[in-house]
T-cell receptor
Framework: KQEVTQIPAALSVPEGENLVLNCSFT??????LQWFRQDPGKGLTSLLL?????REQTSGRLNASLDKSSGRSTLYIAASQPGDSATYLC???????????FGTGTRLQVTL | DAGVTQSPTHLIKTRGQHVTLRCSPI?????VSWYQQVLGQGPQFIFQ???????GRGNFPDRFSARQFPNYSSELNVNALLLGDSALYLC??????????????FGPGTRLTVL
């Protein structure tokens, strides 16, 4: 059974700092990995999707890496801003079915 | 273009009642999935429908059922509500099943409270 873990559970950083969020999964036989952002009480916004054959994806100040063999992914956020405050979730897709297995998220607070 | 829409936004029910949640996917998307998110946890997969057929089911009791209509919209039904069914119910749509670049797009969710 696939299990996804995210560390740390919560993180508080001052504005402008670069930070890394971690995601690990137990079964390396994944189809892809997706990072999402969730604001309190809201739905999920897709940030980046990495195919199993890819090593990283970039979008603006965000960079996600994937090491499938070791079961790890990281989300790097450069020059953090207060607007980045949210919960960040990673999810793995085990195969061609659309089912996603999510971690419990990292709650990020960026302070002024 | 409109994103994934869900209705209602919030609702309150009592134990034993029945509830129906609705989802309209992004135009052109044929796959709809349902997730349950309990406070403080990541979403848990409930169902996936593609081309009006069930293509996946998570570890949820038979009180949970769903269907997809010819226009690809979907309903999630929950019977005999329990307090533990209180959660944010999320709908996600994607273009098609089985594609590696098949990003899933989530709606704003329906907040269900069972008293």
């Amino acid at each position: 059974k696939q299990e996804v873990t995210q560390i740390p559970a919560a993180l508080s950083v001052p504005e402008g700092e670069n930070l890394v969020l971690n995601c690990s999964f137990t079964d390396s036989a994944i189809y892809n990995l997706q990072w999402f952002r969730q604001d309190p009480g809201k739905g999920l916004t897709s940030l980046l999707l990495i195919q199993s054959s890819q090593r990283e994806q970039t979008s603006g100040r965000l960079n996600a890496s994937l090491d499938k063999s070791s079961g790890r992914s990281t989300l790097y956020i450069a020059a953090s801003q207060p607007g980045d405050s949210a919960t960040y979730l990673c999810a793995v897709r085990p195969g061609t079915a659309s089912k996603l297995t999510f971690g419990t998220g990292t709650r990020l607070q960026v302070t002024l | 273009d409109a994103g994934v829409t869900q209705s209602p936004t919030h609702l309150i029910k009592t134990r034993g009642q029945h509830v129906t949640l609705r989802c309209s996917p992004i135009s052109g998307h044929k796959s709809v999935s349902w997730y349950q998110q309990v406070l403080g946890q990541g979403p848990q997969f409930i169902f996936q429908y593609y081309e009006k057929e069930e293509r996946g089911r998570g570890n949820f009791p038979d009180r949970f059922s769903a269907r997809q209509f010819p226009n690809y919209s979907s309903e999630l039904n929950v019977n005999a509500l329990l307090l533990g069914d209180s959660a944010l119910y999320l709908c996600a749509s994607s273009f098609w099943q089985g594609a590696g670049q098949d990003t899933q797009y989530f709606g704003p969710g329906t907040r269900l409270t069972v008293l």
